[in-house]
């Protein structure tokens, strides 16, 4: 079983450093490369839930206590395709999420475990090319319950989460991600502004149970052409809702790919008082789920991206595979990272969309 510590991780710093002398890459997909290995309801079970009375198949999370093997793997792919972080394998280590498989028990176990195997890459990454730096980013998926919407058309005051079970959920989370020594922590394909919120609220929480803080990334998903999350609002009136986190960086990842995504970075970049994100799917999926942009598509489009001063941190999303982060990985090489617009006087509220005070 992976063990825990309570040392504040000396990456800060470093981070800093590093996003402000190039452009960073994360990794790509967990999930299309976890399709790759074809795995049965047996490799999710191992021996260990062999007995278990729920089926477990398509529980990625559980991998990296059943395949840890498998999971690290994947990590060491994104590492020698140059990523300088990747993400664990954390989406839904959640006892809200973990509730759909009857593991809400083992949520600290998992998230620990993906911690251990993630920082086992990174540490096999440095040791093979001396100097190099390997980060690890504690993933924070969006749940599979929401805070703003109704799961019933029928009932639109109904939810089938509240508030304080969020918190508590997220919460638990990151104690375990902390305590396994992520570098930072990765909010990430947001829908849900409220969900953030929770997440948010539950990450400064925690950091004053500890007294230390990590660096802190928001990621957002732009649902459809009309440029807004699913729970309604425009990039703009999102940034405004979590700025008051004051985020190491924000950004914009998943649902689109990233032709699609360019108006949201662009105007994301300008009004961002932080480093920019961006980390898209390979296009959209066909009708067969797959996604079909190739590794020279996506680094076409992060490669502008790059060269229009838009970014400080790319990768891929849904489809990505190593070849397309080694691909976006020298697309944007010896490109200056995005610079931080200064603070802005004027007061910025947000419903769903921006109203500003001057």
């Known amino acids: ?49 062999k007995s278990h009375p729920h089926d477990l198949k398509g ?23 140059g990523a300088d972080m990747v ?22 176990e998992l998230n620990l475990a993906a911690v251990a195997v993630a920082r086992r890459a990174a540490q096999k990454a440095e040791a093979a090319t001396p100097g190099r730096r390997c980060f690890v980013a504690g993933a924070i998926g969006p749940l599979n319950r929401t805070l703003s919407m109704s799961p019933d058309v029928n009932r639109p005051d109904f ?15 990151i104690r375990a991600l902390l305590d396994g020594g992520v570098d930072t922590l990765l909010v990430e394909t947001i829908f849900d502004t409220l969900n953030s919120k929770a997440a948010l609220f539950a990450i400064e929480s925690v950091f004053d149970e500890r007294g ?5 990334m928001i990621s957002v998903t732009i649902t459809d052409a009309s440029g807004r999350t699913l729970s309604g609002q425009t990039i703009g009136a999102f940034y405004n809702s979590i700025r008051h ?8 990842n998943c649902a689109l790919g ?18 920019v994100t961006c980390y898209p799917n390979a296009g959209l999926p066909n009708a ?4 079909d942009e190739t590794p020279a598509d996506m680094a076409a489009v992060l490669g502008e991206f790059a060269a229009s001063g838009f970014v400080n941190l790319v990768g891929g999303c849904c489809g990505s595979t190593p070849p397309h982060i080694a691909a976006i990985a020298q697309a944007v090489k010896g490109k200056a990272p995005h610079q931080v617009p200064p603070h802005s006087p004027a007061m910025q509220l947000s419903g769903l969309e921006v109203l500003t005070v001057a």
């Open 159 to 173: 939810r089938a989460v509240v508030w304080d079970q969020v918190v508590t959920a997220y919460a638990e989370q």
């Open 288 to 291: 067969f789920g797959g996604y």
């Open 212 to 216: 230390y803080r990590v660096p802190v």
């Open 1 to 49: 079983m992976a063990t825990a510590t309570t040392r504040p991780p000396d990456s800060f710093p470093a981070l800093q450093v590093l996003f402000k002398q190039r452009i960073v890459v994360l990794d790509g997909a967990m999930g299309s490369m976890i399709q790759t290995y074809k795995l049965e309801e047996p490799d999710f079970r191992g021996e260990r839930f």
């Open 87 to 108: 993400e664990t394998n954390t989406f839904s280590s959640t006892s809200i999420a973990q509730a759909d498989y009857k593991l809400e028990s083992i949520v600290t």
């Open 245 to 252: 986190a004051k985020p190491f960086s924000v950004g914009i």
């Open 59 to 81: 529980n990625n999370d559980l991998l990296c206590l059943t395949r840890p093997d498998v999971i690290e793997g994947i990590h060491s792919q994104y590492f020698a395709a």
């Open 258 to 275: 990233g032709r699609a995504m360019r108006p949201y970075v662009e105007e994301l970049a300008k009004i961002a008082e932080c480093y």
